[in-house]
């Protein structure tokens, strides 16, 4: 059974930083890409990150470009996202999601958008307020 737990959210101030990290389990991580996507209050769940299963590319949506860093550690099934420079705008409910792709060395899909994913944590709540 696959499981995907979120941790390391938190209140920050405005300038902070926050190190989110997903505890995989019941699957071969090591053979998924791994996303994190998050979800606003009255908007809609986006994929902000992307990591492909060879570790070879990423992806960042332009709002986060520059600040979050996606890594993953196959040995520990664990992927984390490090979060710079935060701003008020971040404030979500982030989540962990994997996706099976046939090139390994992919995590998006035509276009360099990340698709739907197919298996997702419960969240973890992100809050940058002052």
């Known amino acids: 059974q696959v499981q995907l737990v979120e941790s390391g959210g938190g209140l920050v101030q405005p300038g902070g930083s926050l190190r989110l990290s997903c505890a995989a389990s019941?699957?071969?991580?090591?053979?998924?890409?791994m996303g994190w996507f998050r979800q606003a209050p009255g908007k809609e769940r986006e994929g902000i990150s992307c990591?492909?299963?060879?570790?070879?590319?990423?992806y960042y949506e332009d709002s986060v470009k520059g600040r979050f860093t996606i890594s993953r550690d196959n040995a520990k099934n664990t992927v984390y996202l490090q979060m710079n420079s935060l701003k008020p705008e971040d404030t979500a409910v982030y989540y962990c999601?994997?996706?099976?792709?046939?090139?390994?060395?992919?995590?998006?899909?035509?276009?360099?958008?990340?698709?739907?994913?197919?298996?997702w944590g419960q969240g973890t709540q992100v809050t940058v307020s002052s």
């Open positions: 019941g699957f071969a991580m090591r053979f998924y890409a």
């Open positions: 999601a994997t996706k099976y792709f046939t090139d390994s060395t992919v995590c998006t899909v035509g276009g360099g958008l990340m698709p739907e994913y197919e298996s």
């Open positions: 990591i492909s299963s060879s570790d070879e590319n990423t």
